[in-house]
């Protein structure tokens, strides 16, 4: 027999059980919904997190939360947030990770259950210190591959993967090269070959591509110039198209103009060349004349004061000038009345008077003693007319 204090006892533990299931109401989901006494994260100086994650798998409440295989504390809840899961964690004080921690799905064994793996990032600087109210983002947050999707992909990769015609592959590749081994080796040695040229001649594809993008460029800066052209282009050629009658007569009349002026050039062959040995003294002499042409020149300038004795004329405020004037009335004559109807009156007034014109060349002395010749070769003196 059970002692009454007993059943009372145990009356009052079912009542109590039973009221605190009727306020939970629809909140109870099961044992894994009530903390457990003596987990972890749970103790003094705990903190709780959160993290996004894309897929819970079988993840429950109580799980545990490990960093380095080490538990440190525990799942607390789990709630859906639009497309992927929020789950809270409780995590025990003295666990020190960076604000930008990770958060991965993973499983103690084959058959173990499922965990969350916290750790700092990899492959990127430890920013800041998780704490309490942290939230591990969706982009920070992932899991390991389960037990159930890896016997998935091995039964894939055995039934429907193709992995039966390894088999057959490995024997079509031995019949193809069965008697080509030299060949093949061959073939691998001009590879290696032409990827070492392609290596050399790194530096020229890239300066040349770079070339080419510069081209492209330039063309695309030019877009409406080039697309004004090709849209002129048909034009153009349905104009040459038009008068390619007219283009094929000016062809055949410039064919005829160059036969004609080939046959010009055969007929006055020898006179040209004839003209051209007798222009040969002449240019001889021009040439040997030069240095005295090139000193005329400067006087041309300067006339009637030679650029050479320019200086040596005007000195300070003054200058120096010499002159010699001839007023010979046979000078005057020459010089003012030759082709005039007073033409060698002068002259024949100054023979009156018993002075004679010396050498100087008269028209009006012709046949006489006092013309010496012809007065365009006659030879210059500097006392002619004295």
């Known amino acids: 027999m059970i002692p009454l204090t007993h059943r009372i006892r145990v009356a009052a533990g079912l009542v109590a059980l039973l009221v605190a299931a009727t306020l939970s109401g629809c909140g109870f989901h099961g ?20 993290a996004q994650m894309p897929d819970v798998q079988n ?33 025990d004080g003295d666990v020190d990770l960076p604000a930008n921690a990770t958060a991965t799905l993973g499983q103690t064994s084959l058959l173990g259950s499922v965990h969350v793996e916290l750790a700092p990032p990899a492959g990127t600087s430890p920013m800041g210190t998780l704490k309490r109210g942290s939230l591990i983002p969706l982009a920070s947050a992932g899991a390991y591959p389960s037990t159930e999707r890896t016997l998935a992909a091995v039964s894939l990769l ?41 290596e050399d001649q790194k530096g020229d594809i ?19 110039v080039i697309d004004k052209a090709l849209k002129t282009l048909p034009r153009a050629l349905t104009v040459l198209k038009d008068e ?43 040439a040997d004349a030069g240095p005295a042409l090139t000193r005329s020149l400067g006087f041309f300038g300067t006339f009637p004061f ?32 030759t082709g005039t109807r007073f033409e060698c009156n002068l002259t024949e007034l100054e023979l009156q008077w018993g002075r004679t014109i010396g050498q100087m060349p008269s028209p009006c002395m012709n046949g006489s003693q006092y013309n010496p010749g012809n007065p365009l070769v006659v030879p210059y003196h500097f006392d002619q007319g004295r």
């Open 244 to 286: 390619r009658n007219n283009l094929a007569d000016a062809l055949g009349e410039l064919s005829q103009f160059g036969a004609l002026a080939a046959d010009s050039v055969n007929r006055i062959k020898s006179n040209l060349v004839k003209e051209l040995k007798d222009l040969g003294p002449v240019v001889q002499s021009l």
């Open 158 to 198: 055995i039934n429907g993967g193709g992995l039966g015609q390894i088999q057959d592959i490995i024997k079509a590749l031995s019949t193809g090269f069965s008697g080509r081994e030299q060949d093949l080796r061959s073939l691998l040695g001009q590879l290696d070959k032409f990827v070492s040229y392609l």
């Open 31 to 50: 044992a894994n919904s009530i903390k457990l006494p003596g987990t972890k994260g749970g103790g003094e100086g705990s903190y709780t997190v959160q």
């Open 59 to 91: 993840l429950e409440q109580n799980s545990r939360v490990r960093v380095n295989d080490v538990t440190v504390g525990t799942v607390t809840n789990i709630q859906l947030q639009g497309w992927h899961a929020l789950v809270t964690m409780s995590i």
């Open 306 to 337: 030679p650029k050479d004795t320019l200086s040596k004329w005007l000195r300070g405020d003054y200058a120096n000038l010499t002159a010699v004037l001839d007023l010979t009335l046979s000078r005057l004559d020459s010089g003012f009345f």
């Open 206 to 224: 890239i300066a040349a591509t770079d070339s080419l993008n510069n081209l492209v460029g330039q063309l695309a800066d030019q877009k409406p």
